[in-house]
């Protein structure tokens, strides 16, 4: 053989395994987003389990809506950092829609303590709004049979304390959550929030 076939040769081997990679990985990666590992999980009364985990999640956001710039009386005065699932994320980029399972986890966080009227504080960095400790934990699910009556989501509070959290939790009632995400929200997503990462090249 010679020197030119094995370099030939050497070229095709090394194409064909380079294919053969990347169709392991696409069919990894389906398989991962088809398995029901990272769906909700439910308690025999129908109760929504608090997920494992959802640190490790994809990270979209934490909107700020501090009591000192609404009138002292803020319905969540903390920061609000929302997780989803790494599967329903990567389904969402291809298809624009979040899938069936998808669930959008909001874990309140205190800032810290102010120093200044508007609730603002001082530090290395100037003065603005800062992280403190946990406070509560809010899930959206969507699951289009089990929600038909609030437009395919279901809404869900796990405590608004410090954690530990509820183990489980029961729907809300639609006008708890639901009834202002119909009217206010896109497809029940507050997504203008969430789009520097939803839609992040």
């Not at 370099?7 to 294919?19: D, E, G």
């Not at 501090?66 to 291809?94: C, D, I, M, S, W």
């Not at 298809?95 to 530090?123: H, M, W, Y």
Request: net charge neutral; proline share 7%.
């Amino acid at each position: 053989m010679t020197d030119r076939q094995q370099n030939v040769r050497k070229v095709v081997f090394s194409l064909t395994a380079t294919a053969m990679v990347t169709a392991v990985s696409a069919y990894q990666l389906a398989r991962a987003e088809s398995s029901a590992e990272w769906q909700p999980k439910w308690t025999a009364s129908g109760e929504l389990l608090l997920p494992k985990g959802y640190h490790e999640w994809v990270y979209l956001g934490s909107p700020l809506t501090p009591n000192a710039l609404n009138g002292g009386n803020a319905p969540f005065p903390e920061y609000h950092n929302v997780y989803v699932q790494p599967e329903a994320y990567r389904a969402y980029r291809k298809t624009g829609e979040f899938p069936e399972g998808t669930i959008l986890l909001k874990e309140l966080q205190l800032t810290r303590p102010a120093t200044n009227d508007d609730g603002s504080s001082v530090e290395v960095s100037g003065r603005g709004f800062f992280p403190a400790a946990l406070n509560g934990i809010d899930i959206s699910v969507k699951d289009s049979k089990r929600f038909k009556d609030t437009n395919g989501w279901g809404f869900f509070n796990f405590g608004h304390h410090a954690p530990p959290y509820e183990k489980s939790a029961a729907a809300l009632p639609a006008d708890a959550c639901a009834n202002c995400h119909i009217a206010n929200a896109d497809d029940m997503v507050f997504k203008k929030f969430y789009k520097p990462i939803l839609d992040a090249e």
